[in-house]
């Protein structure tokens, strides 16, 4: 139940003006749509209504767009291109935010502050300061009445996949519905990130050569978050890099991904290349946002080493356990060998105890589409397959990382490192660390 005295709660009013908002923004689409257009002319609407709508609804439209077979092809290709980036708002909301927040004397808190953001996305605003002991600073400010832009965005966002669905019955989408909705709302909770963010800091505190920002407290809230500014420069700036170097990254993304995995049962669930950054050399990976993550009951990791495992072994009685375990339902085994088909695709890196390329020498515009198209084909076939809320994250983040290393032309034994990550695993010991973990940092699962 939202707070009747938060000026920013989840209100009806709000909610009532950003529905009709994103309305006439979409209403070209559903024009397009009415007039017959084709898909390919439908998605470039949807797409530009989606882009000048901004806040939740296009962050979600790029998320869904990386889900494999989530989304037909035509309008994944456009979602894609959609821009994360948003123009910073101006001085007088900083203002605003800072002395809701802070209180009046919020500028004697920090010994600088900049009026400039270095930063902006569409939930919030990142801004330089320096603390008084010398440190620097980002302050990650919110955007306001995000809460109800949410709500309402939620709602238009079934409104659209029911459209989808409508074309393509392939993938029932209710459950990838609550799960995006409920990570968005947490993703909101910047008191929750700055729990989350010291999670990362004790599970990856045996990797001295990964960095995790360390929060203030004090200078921190519900809508602000003020944390250690790591230098380093983004991912995109290492492409063309010597070999041993980009491999360098690649196994350090590897390890801040996979280890907290495997061992505690949490992701980072929104592998953005923007996300991390390196210092000189690339001797330091620095992780910098925490607001999208992933806490897994232990049961579904065992069955994503369960998978691995009956992959590996061509046991397809533990592989269909797997399937069990993840939840999905009406398991046949035409169901068994279309998820088969694209597990094999996604553990393919996994399961090669050799160096290698993720794609394996297939072009990366073509990697994965070869598959996803036979897939989407054997599940039309079955009727709507109903894809397993926890699955959604774990997938989309695993494409993610993927396109990190696509991007990287790493060649690493990827089958050897996940192999070392795996090494006795137990769902008991996990749950057993993944507990005290919690516990230590304040977090439920």
Not at 381 to 400: K, N
Request: proline fraction near 5%; charged fraction near 25%; include cysteine.
């Amino acid at each position: 139940m939202s707070d009747p005295k938060d000026p920013e709660r989840n209100r009806i009013t709000a909610r009532i003006g950003r529905v009709a908002s994103v309305g006439a923004n979409m209403s070209g689409a559903v024009g397009a749509r009415m007039m017959g257009g084709d898909s390919a002319a439908l998605a470039k609407a949807l797409r530009q209504a989606l882009g000048r709508s901004k806040g939740p609804l296009m962050k979600v439209a790029q998320l869904l767009s990386t889900i494999p077979d989530l989304l037909p092809e035509a309008y994944a290709k456009e979602f894609r291109t959609l821009q994360a980036h948003a123009p910073a708002m101006g001085w007088p909301f900083v203002q605003r935010r800072m002395r809701a927040e802070l209180g009046q004397d919020w500028e004697t808190k920090v010994r600088s502050f900049e009026r400039e953001a270095a930063a902006a996305a569409s939930l919030g605003q990142v801004h330089r300061a320096v603390a008084h002991d010398g440190r620097a600073l980002a302050c990650k400010l919110q955007y306001p009445d995000m809460a109800s832009a949410v709500e309402a965005d939620l709602g238009q966002l079934r409104t659209l996949l029911g459209l989808f669905k409508s074309m393509d019955g392939s993938i029932d989408s209710s459950e990838a519905v609550i799960e995006v909705g409920e990570r968005l709302r947490e993703e909101l909770d910047y008191a929750r990130e700055l729990k989350q963010m010291r999670l990362f800091a004790l599970m990856l505190a045996d990797e001295p050569r990964i960095g995790v920002p360390e929060p203030l407290e004090e200078l921190s809230t519900k809508r602000l978050l003020t944390m250690t500014w790591l230098e380093g420069r983004g991912l995109m700036h290492w492409l063309e890099e010597p070999q041993e170097l980009r491999n360098r990254i690649a196994e350090l993304l590897f390890k801040a991904w996979w280890g907290p995995m495997t061992h505690y049962g949490v992701i980072h669930g929104d592998p953005h290349l923007g996300n991390y950054a390196l210092t000189e050399n690339a001797e330091r990976l620095q992780l910098l946002d925490f607001g999208c993550v992933r806490i897994f009951p232990p049961r579904f990791l065992e069955g994503v080493v369960g998978l691995w495992r009956g992959l590996r072994a061509g046991d397809m009685g533990q592989i269909a356990y797997s399937y069990e375990i993840w939840g999905f339902k009406n398991l046949n085994a035409e169901l068994i060998e279309a998820l088969t088909m694209w597990a094999r695709f996604i553990y393919g890196p996994l399961l090669d105890d050799r160096v290698r390329t993720i794609a394996d020498d297939v072009p990366p515009a073509e990697y994965g589409r070869r598959e996803a198209f036979e897939v989407r084909k054997r599940l039309k076939t079955l009727g709507p397959v109903l894809i397993p809320r926890e699955f959604v994250f774990m997938d989309r983040a695993a494409i993610g990382l993927g396109a990190a290393f696509l991007h990287l032309r790493a060649e690493l034994n990827f089958g050897h490192m996940f192999a070392e990550s795996v090494e006795g695993f137990s769902p008991d010991t996990l749950a057993r660390r993944q507990t005290e973990a919690l516990a230590s940092v304040g977090l439920s699962p």
